[in-house]
């Protein structure tokens, strides 16, 4: 039942917990009833040593002859312990008991949660989901921890440079359009909306969310949920929201035409809406938005702010190395017609960071404040390519050109910037 040593990659172990547990003879004579409600001691163990390396996801993924336990650290899948079969299928049932689930494995899909105390914070309880569906080799699980979004004390703290941090205040003193946060699914939009709304529950104004669901209370803000079942949708809610005197109004997301429609009716108001967008750069909402069914006159004359963003990998500060620029980095600087460094820096690996190479993770933003220029290409109707050209002849930094700057600052790697998918330019 030892950790198969190949999956290590020379790191020290990420599972010191369970790896101790499952070589000691006690351990294979002990085993939890599945109808105990007390945690087993593989999942309690594996639980323990997620919290400890930071993990945000467990995933136990089954192969014909062992599972694979693998942990996501800082938006990367690791490879953290190989075991047999025998014990995967042991710790797939502890977890499942513990979330409330039949322990038999099903051919559909099943889903439960359940509370747990991390022995390091005891004061502070996370709630984690636990998601099952049956594969060809076995069942997998995926277990998620639900933690509040990271608390920054303002933007600058979360990797937006002054100039940026200094737009952002501006669009918050000002009244009426849209602040939109754009980006794909896991960079860290929650958290830059929720750090803008601590600022603002610091401040002389009047703050109302209406949220589908609302995922975490801050205290200071009035935070409405959606419940179509009884009546309160975004159209009725955003009405209902409006009639309170707010000087800013959150909707969690616009996924749809009736939460884009809500957001147009508050911003055309005079209050500050502000929102989240699936978007690949700060152009592309608008994009987005006519997908959503607004028109460009609706989208021009709302459109206040756009702050799209992706998340990389810090380089540990421990054991980060400037040396020569790698062959394979060299060759995509070059593909793409920029400048190759002699030197960059690139990831080691150390006890600080667990021999990762990288610890914690910060943002790369783009921020667009349409210009009467761009306000006249959307009410055009021209695509997203021109109005991404016209903010490169004018000189703006896109996101591209913000990573690679970090990756110069020794923040990050260039092929954590070459991850991020962001577009170079037209």
């Known amino acids: 039942m030892a950790a198969d040593d190949r999956t290590q990659g020379g790191r020290p172990p990420l599972l010191p917990g369970l790896n101790a547990l499952l070589e000691t003879p006690v351990a294979e004579s002990r085993e939890t009833s599945l109808e105990s409600d007390v945690p087993g001691r593989e999942a309690e163990a594996l639980l323990r040593d997620a919290s400890r390396a930071r993990a945000s996801d467990i995933h136990l993924d089954p192969y014909l002859e062992h599972l694979a336990i693998r942990l996501r650290i800082d938006g990367r899948i690791v490879e953290a312990l190989h075991v047999d079969s025998a014990t995967g299928a042991r710790l797939a049932n502890q977890f499942k008991v513990m ?8 051919l559909t899909a099943s889903e439960g949660g359940f509370a747990w105390i991390p022995p390091a914070t005891p004061e502070e309880e996370v709630f984690l ?9 076995g069942e997998k699980l995926a277990i998620r921890f639900l933690l509040h979004p990271r608390a920054f004390p303002d933007t600058l703290a979360l990797g937006i440079g002054e100039q940026g941090a200094w737009g952002i205040r501006r669009w918050m003193d000002a009244t009426g359009g849209m602040l939109l946060v754009a980006g794909p699914t896991g960079t860290g939009k929650t958290t830059t909306l929720y750090t803008l709304l601590q600022q603002l529950r610091l401040a002389d104004s009047h703050v109302i969310t209406l949220e589908d669901p609302v995922e975490y209370a801050i205290p200071g803000i009035n935070q409405v949920q959606v419940e179509a079942r009884h009546g309160l949708d975004f159209a009725h809610g955003t009405r209902a929201m409006l009639r309170l005197d707010p000087d800013y109004v959150l909707l969690g997301e616009l996924r749809d035409p009736g939460s884009a429609q809500a957001a147009v009716a508050v911003a055309s108001s005079g209050r500050s809406l502000m929102s989240t967008l699936h978007s690949r750069d700060a152009v592309g909402v608008v994009s987005s938005l006519r997908h959503l069914g607004l028109t460009d006159a609706e989208i021009g004359a709302n459109l206040g702010l756009v702050i799209a963003q992706r998340l990389v990998r810090c380089l540990c500060e421990h054991c980060r190395e400037y040396r020569p620029t790698d062959r394979e980095d060299a060759q995509w600087l070059d593909a793409v017609g920029l400048e190759v460094p ?24 783009e921020l667009w ?10 009410l055009r109707h021209d695509d997203e390519a021109a109005l991404r050209r016209s903010l490169v002849e004018r000189g703006e930094t896109l996101m591209f050109a913000e990573g690679l700057a970090k990756a110069q600052a020794g923040i990050t790697s260039l092929r954590e910037v070459f991850r991020m998918g962001a577009i170079l330019a037209t």
């Open 99 to 106: 979330a409330g689930l039949n322990p038999v494995p099903a």
């Open 369 to 378: 404040q349409p210009t009467p220029e761009d306000l006249a290409h959307i």
């Open 342 to 365: 002699p030197c960059s820096w690139g990831p080691v690996g150390c006890e600080h960071c667990d021999g990762l190479g990288y610890r914690g993770r910060t943002g790369v933003f």
């Open 129 to 137: 989901r636990v998601s099952a569906v049956s594969c060809v080799a």
